[in-house]
T-cell receptor, first 112, second 112 residues
Framework: ETGVTQTPRHLVMGMTNKKSLKCEQH?????MYWYKQSAKKPLELMFVYSLEERVENNSVPSRFSPECPNSSHLFLHLHTLQPEDSALYLCASSQDWADEQFFGPGTRLTVL | EDQVTQSPEALRLQEGESSSLNCSYT??????LFWYRQDPGKGPEFLFT???AGEEKEKERLKATLTKKESFLHITAPKPEDSATYLC?????????????FGQGTRLTINP
């Protein structure tokens, strides 16, 4: 595997379900990010981790819970989501938080 | 508040017809401006970083330029494979520097 990978690529869940999105980067980077991309809206930063420490939480509802167990892996735990949370969730990484970011392919999430 | 506005929202060109995409920005202090390309169903692909007014960068048929208020992505003699959404993002100096603020993108279609 190379670059940034995300699993699953597609996810359909009910509002009462609990699921997790996984991101893995194979670039040796120190910073990782979660973004949300909704139709007709710009990419929105959700969370930033630098050296496994959360450095940004962009006013994201608590039904989204990030976890960064090491510098290569990032998770986004989801519970009791709303239909308006349906979107493409993108993971990215960078060498340092100030450097250009490299994105994964995203997880297309649909909340019923 | 940092803002990025991209224009036009959508652009259709004939193969070989050169044009430019615009990214206007307001930021307290610019650390860097980034251009990405995004194909449908995929994550953004990094193209360029520009740091100071007057800077230019080129890659194949693409050239990015930067002034104190805007950036242009010039596309010379485009081919159908250049069809994609082009995203612009800014990164501010100081507090919040780990955050990229994205524009809504320009959807470019190159007809053969």
């Amino acid at each position: 595997e190379t670059g940034v990978t995300q699993t699953p690529r597609h996810l359909v869940m009910g509002m009462t379900n609990k699921k997790s999105l996984k991101c893995e980067q194979h670039l040796g980077h120190n910073a990782m990010y979660w973004y949300k991309q909704s139709a007709k809206k710009p990419l929105e930063l959700m969370f930033v981790y630098s050296l496994e420490e959360r450095v940004e939480n962009n006013s994201v509802p608590s039904r989204f819970s990030p976890e960064c167990p090491n510098s290569s892996h990032l998770f986004l735990h989801l519970h009791t989501l709303q239909p308006e949370d349906s979107a493409l969730y993108l993971c990215a990484s960078s060498q340092d938080w100030a450097d250009e970011q490299f994105f994964g392919p995203g997880t297309r999430l649909t909340v019923l | 508040e940092d803002q990025v506005t991209q224009s036009p929202e959508a652009l259709r060109l004939q193969e070989g017809e050169s044009s430019s995409l615009n990214c206007s920005y307001t930021v307290s202090g610019l650390r860097g401006l980034f251009w990405y390309r995004q194909d449908p169903g995929k994550g953004p692909e990094f193209l360029f970083t520009l740091y100071s007014a007057g800077e230019e960068k080129e890659k194949e048929r693409l050239k990015a330029t930067l002034t104190k208020k805007e950036s242009f992505l010039h596309i010379t003699a485009p081919k159908p494979e250049d069809s994609a959404t082009y995203l612009c993002a800014v990164q501010a100096i100081g507090k919040g520097a780990q955050k990229l603020v994205f524009g809504q993108g320009t959807r470019l279609t190159i007809n053969p």
